[in-house]
């Protein structure tokens, strides 16, 4: 799996759209990105995932740039409940999700 | 997620005792993981079993044992606790789909060991 680069925190202003970036210079052409996020001492949520298109479903959108080395997860109207560790995790299709590393992430904080 | 549900949810207990946290799941997946996590380390993974009959080492696996009982459940058991087993556990499932595999935790247990 690439090794993925968050930053260590973000803020965010209630109601404000969060964007969460994740560096992935060295993603192979089928390796999927994937975020979770965790709310404190809670198992972490799965987000959204994607390989080459923009996705997006009723928790966020996922931004991949063309060339796929770095995305942004955005979360369009972040509220208080939105303040948790995001994760941006990269894997190989094929291979065990077990193995895939948590890594830091980036804790967001969503203020009113 | 109320799909995977973990049991106990806390527990405090002694040096050198069994002990056993039971998962379950009602998602139908086949794919069911155990993780421990301490502050600063991230998740850690324990054991796996990509179905009943399939169960397997992860990266921390010493001191600790689990059981497929079937598809719906899956148990780690510490044979001899220990004090730094004192961890927050999770139990995981995975809808697995080939190139795609996306995972489902439960609440976790935080466990204690004296």
């Known amino acids: 799996d690439a090794k993925t680069t968050q930053p260590p925190s973000m803020d965010c202003a209630e109601g404000r759209a969060a964007n969460l970036p994740c560096n992935h210079s060295?993603?192979?052409?089928?390796?999927?990105v994937y975020w979770y996020r965790q709310i404190h001492s809670q198992g972490p949520q799965y987000i959204i995932h994607?390989?080459?298109n923009n996705e997006t479903n009723e928790m966020a959108s996922l931004i991949i740039t063309e060339d796929r080395k770095s995305s942004t997860l955005i979360l369009p109207h972040a509220t208080l409940r939105d303040t948790a560790v995001y994760y941006c995790?990269?894997?190989?299709?094929?291979?065990?999700?077990?193995?895939?590393?948590f890594g830091d992430g980036t804790t967001l904080t969503v203020k009113p | 997620d109320a799909d995977v549900t973990q049991t106990p949810r806390n527990r405090i207990t002694k040096t050198g005792k069994r002990i056993m946290l039971e998962c379950s799941q009602t998602?139908?997946?086949?794919?069911m993981y155990w993780y421990r996590q301490d502050p600063g380390l991230g998740l850690r993974l324990i054991y796996y079993?990509?179905?009943?009959?399939?169960?397997n080492k992860g990266e921390i696996s010493d001191g600790y044992s689990v059981s497929r009982q079937a598809q719906a459940k899956f148990s780690l058991s510490l044979e001899s606790a220990i004090p730094n087993q004192t961890a927050l556990y999770f139990c995981?499932?995975?809808?697995?789909?080939?190139?795609?595999?996306?995972?489902?935790f439960g609440p976790g247990t935080r466990l204690l060991v004296l």
């Open positions: 995981a499932t995975s809808d697995f789909q080939g190139a795609k595999e996306t995972q489902y």
């Open positions: 079993s990509f179905d009943v009959k399939d169960i």
């Open positions: 060295t993603i192979s052409g089928n390796e999927y």
């Open positions: 994607g390989l080459k």
């Open positions: 998602k139908g997946h086949d794919r």
């Open positions: 995790i990269v894997r190989a299709p094929y291979t065990n999700a077990g193995k895939s590393t």
